[in-house]
Every structure is written in structure tokens, then in C-alpha cells.
């Protein structure tokens, strides 16, 4: 079992920047694969960004490129979100996800899930 927390969401003006971290616990955890998705209220799920297990593959959505970096400390257990530029359309709830090892787009794929951190971005 993989347990996830995610923090530092927030509310912050248009242009602004946040970080999320996710910190996960459980067993071998630095071997899964973490994931970010969002949703927004009246729509689906989202891919954000996601990062294997040794940080060597990476995959953003067209809609943060440039804007989001995704990274990982093994020695801590976490996956952090670098969010820049953001913008009012980037508001959601945005979660954070794991997979053994290899990186995935498909929330379907994710076997584990925290349990969401608000980011509000105001125009």
C-alpha cells in the first residue's frame, strides 16, 4: 500500500507561482512513478504531468508546457509540482498520483491517490 499527501495549493493572483509537493509513504515507494491531475468543478479529470520512478522519462500536458516543471526527491519520498504563470483556467483541485515504476498520461493507470489540494487563481 502507497499512501499520498499532498500539500501547498493555495490561492494566488494570475501570474503567480505555486509549489505542490506530494509525500508519499509506504513501502518502496521511491519505485513508483508519480502523477499530478486536476479537476475543475464541472469537468473531468485531467493529465498534468508525470515522472518515472528514476526521473528520467517526463510527460506534461500541452496546457502547462513551460509553465509547470514536475520533480521528485527520492531521499524524501516526494514528488513536487513547480507551477508558474498560472493562470485563471489552471483552478482545480489537483491530485497526485502513483504507479509502479514507469510513467503513464492515463489516470486509469494509477494505482494510488491522494486526496487533493485546492489551487485558486485569481484574475
Known amino acids: 500500500q502507497v499512501q499520498l499527501v499532498e500539500s501547498g495549493g493555495g490561492l494566488v493572483q494570475a501570474g503567480g507561482s505555486l509549489r505542490l509537493s506530494c509525500a508519499a509513504s509506504g513501502r518502496a515507494v521511491s519505485t513508483y512513478a508519480g502523477g499530478w491531475f486536476r479537476q475543475a468543478p464541472g469537468k473531468e479529470r485531467e493529465f498534468v504531468a508525470a515522472?518515472?520512478?528514476?526521473?528520467?522519462?517526463?510527460y506534461y500536458a500541452d496546457s502547462v508546457k513551460g509553465r509547470f516543471t514536475i520533480s521528485r526527491d527520492n531521499a524524501k519520498n516526494t514528488v513536487y509540482l513547480q507551477m508558474n504563470s498560472l493562470k485563471p483556467e489552471d483552478t482545480a483541485v489537483y491530485y497526485c498520483?502513483?504507479?509502479?515504476?514507469?510513467?503513464?498520461?492515463?489516470?486509469?493507470?494509477?494505482?494510488?491517490w491522494g486526496q487533493g489540494t485546492q489551487v485558486t487563481v485569481s484574475s
Open positions: 498520483a502513483a504507479r509502479k515504476l514507469i510513467a503513464s498520461t492515463k489516470g486509469d493507470e494509477y494505482a494510488y
Open positions: 515522472i518515472s520512478w528514476s526521473g528520467g522519462s517526463i
